[in-house]
């Protein structure tokens, strides 16, 4: 199976920052690579789908990049609906396993 | 804009079989996966497996002796059975649509807890 790793598992930030998350496949899934945005009681949310394209009614201050085994999901500027727990999932091949979760708090 | 529902118990025995069913609403279930994903605090968010429209499944092969799924398509519904249920199995269990094209999952339901208990 593949693993998929985040870093940070958490990270403190204030409104207006840039942010950064990354995730690490254990082997190569080349750009089978989703990014998910939960909030507290709710079902995640698709934010990007193969690795860099924006799902429809995202805002575009969410983009992802990367391809092979590392990826990373950019927050150009932090809102206050931003925070959130962040996972990554591979698609690549089964089963489609998720990372542990980033969460992201207000500093 | 897709909607999905999960409908099922929420308290089931040790051993016994846990069933929930997927009504989707405002699309047709043709030409997608249907998956379900569980999440619990100590082991995060799962994928559990789909089923095609057509009836093609896979499933995590961590539960793979215990799984079995179902679709019918003329009332817009799929199902999850898991047998043999422990503690362990405690969750909340959702359904969602996956694309075949990348395999992203871009429509969930709300969710549903789960508890194995005596």
């Known amino acids: 199976d593949i693993q998929m790793t985040q870093s940070p598992s958490s990270l403190s930030a204030s409104v207006g920052d840039r942010v950064t998350i990354t995730c690490r496949a254990s082997?190569?899934?080349?750009?089978?690579l989703n990014w998910y945005q939960q909030i507290p009681g709710k079902a995640p949310k698709l934010l990007i789908y193969a690795a860099s394209n924006l799902q429809s009614g995202v805002p575009s201050r969410f983009s992802g990049s990367g391809s092979g085994t590392d990826f990373t999901l950019t927050i150009s500027s932090l809102q206050p609906e931003d925070f959130a727990t962040y996972y990554c999932q591979q698609s690549s091949s089964i089963p489609f396993a998720f990372g542990q979760g980033t969460k992201l708090e207000i500093k | 804009q897709v909607q999905l529902q999960e409908s099922g118990p929420r308290l089931i025995n040790p051993s016994e079989t846990l069933s929930l069913t997927c009504t989707v609403s405002g699309g047709s279930i043709s030409s997608y996966f249907w998956t379900w994903i569980r999440q619990s605090p100590r082991k995060g968010l799962e994928w559990i497996g789909y089923i095609h429209s057509s009836g093609t499944t896979n499933f995590n092969p961590s539960l793979n002796s215990r799984v079995t799924m179902s679709v019918d398509t003329s009332k817009n519904q799929f199902s999850l059975r898991l047998s043999s249920v422990t503690a362990s199995d405690t969750a909340v269990y959702y359904c969602?649509?996956?694309?075949?094209?990348?395999?992203?999952?871009?429509?969930w339901g709300q969710g549903t807890l789960v508890t194995v208990s005596s």
């Open positions: 969602a649509r996956t694309t075949v094209t990348s395999a992203d999952t871009d429509f």
């Open positions: 082997q190569t899934i080349n750009s089978y």
